[in-house]
């Protein structure tokens, strides 16, 4: 059927009157209220739903677009995507911000405190899943037919409390008011198998045939969500998968009379997609996290094929018309899925299938910390997925087979390759699986793959020369610095026009205007009404008053010993006994402020917490630093309280253990909102170094190199703890109770890993260059024109960190979808 135009309710998205009468329609049809008794979440929902029109009209324009155009079709496929508030960014991105915030302010209303009013969508732990929801950002504003699905997660990350300066984690109920934003689609809904067994079959032509039978399963509904591009003109669709009970299982019950025990295995069933593990850095190998990630891979393929199938193509086409990213391994067992399909569903030959499954799959790989490299035992695999486990078993064998004739006589090698693990248990390795069935695996950052082809997957790179490529993580510059940061986006616009929000290296011409005093007293009027908002914030929220004046020296990411928080308080500690003794004259009053989630389970984490929040305390009450110094602990770090926080940035901690952060994409997020780095030659920070030049950026501490070979001379951690007197009494202060008097030995566990288990990440080698170069930050501060020239830099040469500079080089080098 076709829809004449003219019966769309708004048909000009800049005809104010015709927005009013959209959103009053809303809120009365949609919503049922009646406008004299609304409360301002109905007229958020109405906003919403009004948007969410607006949207769908182009989505449905840019699919038809994608249609015609025949376009190879990319799928994000990710356990997380950490979108956040959707109101602010969808506005901006279709160009309606000032539209509706007239339309809001006729009926009284605030549009910046009603999109407050949203619940975030943080369906994501940290960077992995944040840099999904980037990408979507800059596949869509780039008009890539390109496609998330992921897991429409009951529960995403958790919300922290912080009671008696420790973490409490509560469950966090996004869908409590429902999501404006998503379509449900009882219609689209998938069977996804569990459990069962193989019998193999005779076939006609005499060939082997597997049928996987007698399973449990489970049904797959989706959830649509409209990806806006910037410009309007291009809606993508992020689509999650929700469980739901399958019939037949409940029919069983029924029948034999058991109406509980069937609605209790509804229950059951629908669990699945209840709830986000809230660990991104230690694998914990339980079944349901198994099962999660079987069940999204199995309804994408499933729904992929079948648009796929649509023009009735042949098999061998998949590769020219669809590519798989699969991010980090989570989603790997996609690669033995495909096989399975092709293989069991439609006879398709083996050699042909796995040809087919290798050009349609990349990897990319997230971390080097072998804690967080999954592995899942045989035996639960077996229980669950027997089938897979099978064709895992078959994919190993050929690929042993041709690793045993390429490399003669080398059994180390066969070992240290197999997909399975025969040491420990016997466990399947997920990342050998996902690098031996795609075409390409990228890391996400130059030294992140670098060492990722000499350590980790070393025995890959060569078996694999040209399979490892290099792709360095991006920001959407959209949300990041134009919706986050209005004041610089001002500023920026009207000194180099508007063309920077889509072509982000635009920003090099702000350059040149770093050398103009006028420029400079902007700039520094942005940052610092950035800097007084964030005080206000802090005031209202917490009720602690910081001095806008001082510098904000900031640390905002997941709590982890590699990231090296301790070693952020070690200088703060180190700064208060100098402050102390009286050695102020040479130190610019500071707020250092933390903010970050500890995985629940990661007591050391959670340990480091709690000493922020105990050393805040205590330097907050001590009178004879007040004005000097004073630490934050801001609860609850999430996407929204990100975009609070990075405008106000002036210090940019990154500064974690040599080799261990694969990129980081908070070091570009404040770079490009006018921060300066202080930070260790790891993950981008290097790549952050080369492009800001490394005059406008503080680099400290040992690399990975160093690291690696001072660890195979024996690291002694004493020896830095009786070398440096500073350091000595700030471990001390810590391990006798200076900062827990009312228990003296709570951190304990953080002292015998630094002084006593050999110090994994490398705190205390780093300690004294770190110190030393905290002392050149203050140095510079107080030459504020020149610290303001670097951070005008920074901005200016911050462009190449654009997302959407990363998905070009997705698309050209791993897609083959050029642009
Ligand atoms: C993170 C990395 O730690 C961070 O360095 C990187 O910038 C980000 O991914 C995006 O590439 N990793 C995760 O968030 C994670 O969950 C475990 O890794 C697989």
């Not at 249609?67 to 950490?82: G, I, N, T, W």
């Not at 989603?331 to 096989?339: G, H, K, N, Q, Y």
């Not at 669950?384 to 064998?397: A, F, G, M, S, T």
């Not at 004493?718 to 951190?747: C, H, V």
């Amino acid at each position: 059927m076709t829809v004449p135009e003219d019966i769309y309710e708004i048909t000009n998205p800049k005809d104010i009157s015709s927005l009013k009468r959209a959103l009053v329609n809303r809120l009365i049809y949609s919503i049922g209220k009646d406008p004299v008794e609304t409360q301002e979440r109905d007229w958020f929902f109405a906003l919403a739903y009004v948007v969410r029109d607006l949207l769908t009209l182009r989505w449905m324009e840019s699919m038809r677009r994608y249609y015609l155009q025949d376009a190879k079709r990319v799928y994000y496929l990710s356990m997380e995507f950490l979108i956040g508030r959707a109101l602010g960014n969808s506005l901006l991105n279709i160009g309606c911000y000032d539209e509706f915030k007239l339309v809001l302010e006729d009926v009284g209303l605030d549009l910046e405190e009603l999109a407050e009013t949203e619940e975030e969508a943080a369906l994501g732990n940290g960077g992995l899943g944040r840099l999904a929801a980037c990408y979507l950002d800059s596949l869509a504003t780039l008009r890539l037919p390109g496609f998330g699905y992921g897991i429409h997660y009951d529960y995403g990350m958790f919300s922290q409390r912080i009671e008696d300066g420790y973490q409490i984690e509560h469950p966090e109920n996004w869908l409590r008011y429902g999501n404006p934003w998503e379509f449900p689609r009882p219609d689209v809904l998938y069977r996804v198998q569990f459990r069962g067994h193989v019998v193999e079959c005779p076939n006609a032509d005499g060939k082997r045939r597997y049928r996987w039978i007698d399973t449990e399963d489970v049904m797959a509904m989706a959830y649509d969500i409209p990806v806006p591009g910037y410009g309007g003109e291009t809606v993508n669709n992020l689509r999650l998968w929700a469980a739901k009970a399958s019939r037949d299982f409940e029919l069983k019950y029924f029948n034999e009379g058991n109406y509980i025990k069937a609605v209790e295995e509804k229950t059951q069933s629908e669990n699945l997609s209840k709830v986000l593990y809230p660990d991104d850095t230690t694998q914990m190998g339980r079944e349901l996290r198994l099962k999660q990630e079987y069940f999204f891979v199995s309804a994408s393929l499933q729904d992929i094929l079948k648009k796929f199938r649509i023009d009735q193509r042949d098999f061998s086409d998949l590769p020219q018309e669809v590519a798989i990213q699969l991010n980090d391994t989570h989603p790997s067992v996609a690669i033995p899925e495909l096989m399975r399909i092709l293989l069991d569903e439609h006879q398709v030959p083996w050699d042909d299938a796995w040809a087919i499954t290798v050009r349609t799959f990349s990897y990319t790989n997230h971390t080097l910390l072998p804690e967080a490299l999954e592995v899942w035992s045989v035996r639960l695999f077996e229980e669950l997925l027997p089938r897979h486990l099978q064709i895992i078993y078959e994919i190993n064998h050929r690929f042993l087979t041709e690793v045993g004739e390429r490399f003669p006589g080398d059994m180390g090698l066969i070992q240290r390759v197999s997909i399975i693990d025969e040491e420990r248990g016997k466990r399947v390795r997920m990342a050998h699986l996902a690098i031996i069935g795609s075409h390409k695996v990228n890391g996400v950052a130059a030294l992140h793959t670098r060492l990722m082809r000499t350590t980790i997957f070393r025995d890959f790179a060569r078996i694999f020369p040209d399979r490892f490529v290099s792709i360095t993580n991006g920001i959407t510059p959209r949300r990041w610095l134009n919706q986050a940061n209005r004041g610089l986006a001002k500023l920026i616009t009207e000194t180099i026009g508007p063309g920077w929000v889509t072509d982000l290296e635009r920003l090099r011409q702000l350059a040149a205007m770093a050398d103009e005093a006028e420029f400079r007293a902007r700039f520094r009027a942005v940052k610092s009404a950035n800097k007084q908002h964030l005080a206000s914030l802090i005031a209202k929220r917490l009720n602690i008053g910081i001095d806008p004046a001082s510098l904000f020296d900031v640390q905002i990411k997941r709590m982890h010993e590699y990231k090296r928080q301790l070693l952020n308080l070690l200088h703060v500690i180190t700064r208060y006994n100098r402050l102390r003794a009286g050695l102020s004259q040479d130190m610019v009053p500071r707020t250092v402020i933390f903010g970050g989630k500890a995985a629940p389970g990661y007591h050391a984490a959670k340990l480091v917490i709690k000493l922020i929040n105990d050393v805040s305390k205590v330097i907050g009450r001590d009178s004879t630093v007040a004005g000097l110094l004073k630490v934050v602990f801001v609860p609850d770090y999430n996407v929204s309280r990100a975009m609070e926080i990075m405008p106000a940035v002036e210090l940019s901690e990154q500064i974690s253990t040599a080799g261990m952060e694969a990129s980081g994409t908070g070091n570009m997020k404040m770079a490009v909102n006018g921060a300066i780095t202080i930070g260790t030659l790891d993950g981008a920070n290097i790549e952050i170094r080369e492009k800001v030049g490394e005059k406008n950026i503080f680099i400290f501490g040992h690399t990975a190199e160093q690291l690696d070979e001072m660890r195979r001379g024996g690291y002694d951690a004493w020896r830095f703890y009786y070398d440096n007197e500073e350091l000595k009494l700030a471990l001390d202060m810590i391990s006798t109770g200076y900062f827990s008097p009312d228990e003296q030995d709570r951190f304990k566990p953080l002292i015998d890993s630094l002084l006593r288990e050999g110090d994994r990440f490398a705190i205390l080698a780093d300690y004294e260059s770190y110190i030393a170069c905290q002392e050149e930050v203050d140095r510079l501060y107080l030459d504020s024109e020149t610290w303001t020239r670097k951070a005008i830099l920074n901005v200016a040469h911050s462009g190449w960190f654009s997302s959407d500079r990363a998905v070009r080089e997705y698309a050209e080098r791993i897609w083959n979808t050029p642009i």
